[in-house]
Structures are given as structure tokens and as C-alpha cells.
């Protein structure tokens, strides 16, 4: 499955298959140090490696999925050399990471351009972090149209 058609769902632990709810206890002892290799980790909990395998990078504690919030910001910038540049400048150094970026082709001086940015670093909140778009020198807008 691509990431473009990724699905997430919020499901209680309870219903979970057992295959799944040791392949969580595996990862929770890796992370909390409580074991040194998946071979012990797997052992301890009774889960093959291979199912362990099979599931681990699919499996995210929900907290660290909000933590990891993405907001797509749309510009619109003069069309001089170098502002785009400044812009993700902006972005980095406010702890921001740009995931994806899309600029159209300028018409009559403006250029418009959307950007994918993961929020879960920044260093002030979004709507500073929009506010300071807005003025720098030639942006003429920016917008938040979607968060995921």
C-alpha cells in the first residue's frame, strides 16, 4: 500500500488480535530498555520475530501520532528572486519540516505555492507560526487549509 492510501483507525486494545497486542508489549520493552534484542523482547511475551516483523512498522502508540501533526499552508509570493528560499528558511529555523512542496508557475509577478509542513518541532504554535509568514517581505498571503 502506498503512503497516499494509508489508512489510520483508532481501535480499543481490547479487540485487538493477539499477534498485534504482543507485537506493542515487544515494542514497549525495546523502548523502555527492559530487554537488549527482539529475540529476548519476543521471547518474553511469546510472539514470533517473524510476526513481530510483520506488524512493527504499522503499529504507533496514538499519542505519537498527534505529536506528528502535518499542516498544509498555501502561499502566495511575489515572484522575486529568493523568497521562496527565505520562506523555508522560516520554516527551519522555526523548528518546522517541509514534507512536500508545490509552486505554480508565476503569472504576472505572483506565484502561488503549497507546502506540507510537520509541525511536531516547532517552536511557537501555528498561528504564530502563520502570523510570521504573513509578514515577511513578499508573502502577500498565507493560509492553513488542511491539518492531518
Same mark, same amino acid.
Given at each position: 500500500?502506498?503512503?497516499?492510501?494509508?489508512?489510520?483507525?483508532?481501535?480499543?486494545?481490547?479487540?485487538?488480535?493477539?499477534?498485534?497486542?504482543?507485537?506493542?508489549?515487544?515494542?514497549?520493552?525495546?523502548?523502555?530498555?527492559?530487554?537488549?534484542?527482539?529475540?529476548?523482547?519476543?521471547?518474553?511475551?511469546?510472539?514470533?520475530?517473524?510476526?513481530?516483523?510483520?506488524?512493527?512498522?504499522?503499529?504507533?502508540?496514538?499519542?505519537?501520532?498527534?505529536?506528528?501533526?502535518?499542516?498544509?499552508?498555501?502561499?502566495?509570493?511575489?515572484?522575486?528572486?529568493?523568497?521562496?528560499?527565505?520562506? $523555508? *528558511?522560516?520554516? /527551519?529555523?522555526?523548528?518546522?519540516? !517541509?514534507?512536500?512542496? +508545490?509552486?505554480? @508557475?508565476? $503569472? *504576472?509577478?505572483? /506565484?502561488?505555492?503549497?507546502?506540507? !509542513?510537520?509541525?511536531? +518541532?516547532?517552536? @511557537?504554535?501555528?498561528?504564530?507560526?502563520?502570523?510570521?509568514?504573513?509578514?515577511?517581505?513578499?508573502?502577500?498571503?498565507?493560509?492553513?487549509?488542511?491539518?492531518?
Amino acid at each position: 500500500m502506498s503512503k497516499r492510501e494509508e489508512k489510520f483507525y483508532l481501535i480499543r486494545s481490547d479487540i485487538l488480535p493477539e499477534s498485534i497486542a504482543k507485537t506493542i508489549e515487544v515494542k514497549k520493552l525495546l523502548e523502555a530498555g527492559e530487554v537488549d534484542t527482539v529475540h529476548e523482547a519476543v521471547e518474553r511475551v511469546g510472539l514470533s520475530r517473524s510476526a513481530f516483523y510483520k506488524y512493527k512498522d504499522g503499529i504507533f502508540p496514538f499519542n505519537a501520532m498527534m505529536r506528528e501533526e502535518i499542516m498544509t499552508v498555501m502561499l502566495t509570493l511575489d515572484h522575486r528572486s529568493g523568497i521562496l528560499s527565505k520562506v $523555508l *528558511q522560516l520554516v /527551519a529555523d522555526q523548528g518546522g519540516n !517541509v514534507l512536500t512542496i +508545490n509552486q505554480t @508557475i508565476p $503569472l *504576472q509577478g505572483i /506565484a502561488n505555492v503549497s507546502m506540507s !509542513v510537520e509541525m511536531a +518541532n516547532l517552536k @511557537i504554535s501555528s498561528t504564530e507560526f502563520l502570523d510570521n509568514l504573513q509578514q515577511f517581505t513578499g508573502v502577500r498571503k498565507a493560509m492553513i487549509v488542511g491539518r492531518g
